[in-house]
């Protein structure tokens, strides 16, 4: 059974920093590509981060810069880095692993939920 448990969001000024954690299990987390996605209120869910099973890593132009998407495949662990953040990046904040056809692979974790104020 595949779990995604996302951790590391809470509230945070604008221009300030949050590390977010993903835990993977059920799945070979090694070979899988792994994403970082976000819903904020009203709007749709949207890929933030991608990194790949040989690390190669692309970001929405949104955050590029910015955000820092990583792995540690000992751990079964994904992370995102988020550094000066603005309010707009407030926003419940997901992992799963992206498929070619731009859909997802697993169903959602709980997510975790980033607050930025200004």
């Known amino acids: 059974q595949v779990q995604l448990v996302e951790s590391g969001g809470g509230l945070v000024q604008a221009g300030g920093s949050l590390r977010l954690s993903c835990a993977a299990s059920?799945?070979?987390?090694?070979?899988?590509?792994m994403g970082w996605y976000r819903q904020a209120p009203g709007n749709q869910r949207e890929l933030v981060a991608t990194?790949?099973?040989?690390?190669?890593?692309s970001y929405a132009d949104s955050v590029k810069g910015r955000f820092t998407i990583s792995r540690d495949n000992a751990k079964n662990t994904v992370y995102l880095q988020m550094n000066n953040l603005k309010p707009e990046d407030t926003a419940d904040y997901y992992c799963?692993?992206?498929?070619?056809?731009?859909?997802?692979?697993?169903?959602w974790g709980q997510g975790t939920q980033v607050t930025v104020s200004s």
């Open positions: 799963n692993v992206p498929d070619s056809a731009g859909g997802t692979r697993h169903s």
């Open positions: 059920g799945f070979i987390f090694s070979i899988a590509n």
């Open positions: 990194i790949t099973n040989t690390k190669y890593t």
